[in-house]
């Protein structure tokens, strides 16, 4: 599996970090899914120890529909929080719609975090727009992983409880790599 409590603390100190450790934000989640679930609460514990970063708005998403929701959330909290420097999201969907939101608002100086390597929001990244990062996930490898263990198993050999599957946070840094990402699949 991946370790999506790990993701989230590299997922919210990179935008932390782009944030200066202090402002207003808007958080993005849902719980209908662990993935999500996971990274709100690694955002909850961190604005517990960054006291000077403050959640003025939790929006509360959900599948299907995410990107409508969270463009509606957004947009309203921005008009009662002017002051909104990034948005929290949990996922790439979310971050597409507060992206949308802050752009039909003319608020392009608020910065989003996002995860699952959303093709849109890998070209946001080339770009340099708004969403300054994401994660993607090694499933490819996962997968190769998976035949490997199961033979092991049928072998009758002993193996781990639990594999962790790779993730990368991606952003300006390394986007030149892995922008083509989704490419191999389309």
């Known amino acids: 599996g991946v370790n999506d409590f790990a993701c989230g603390s590299d997922m919210y ?4 970090a782009e944030m200066g450790y202090e402002g207003e934000i808007i958080t993005l989640h849902h719980n209908h899914h662990p993935v999500p679930r996971s990274h709100f609460l690694v955002a909850e514990a961190m604005l517990k120890e960054y006291t000077n970063i403050v959640s003025v708005n939790d929006g509360y998403t959900g599948y299907p529909g995410t990107t409508e929701l969270a463009y509606e959330i957004v947009e309203s909290a921005l008009m009662a929080n002017p002051n909104v420097k990034a948005v929290w999201a949990t996922f790439d969907l979310e971050a597409i719609g ?17 995860y699952d390597g959303e ?3 890998l070209k946001t990244i080339e770009e340099g727009g708004q969403i300054i990062g994401t994660v993607i996930t090694g499933f490819k490898d996962a997968c190769e992983n998976v035949i490997t263990v199961a033979e092991q198993m049928a072998a009758g050999e002993e193996v781990n409880a639990f594999y962790d ?17 989704y490419a191999e699949y389309e």
């Open 13 to 16: 100190m990179k935008i932390a």
């Open 98 to 114: 507060a992206m949308q939101a802050c752009q039909a608002m003319g608020r392009d100086d608020i910065i989003i975090i996002g």
């Open 119 to 121: 093709a849109d929001v």
């Open 165 to 181: 599957i790779e993730y990368i946070l991606i952003d300006s840094t390394n986007i030149a790599e892995y922008k083509d990402y």
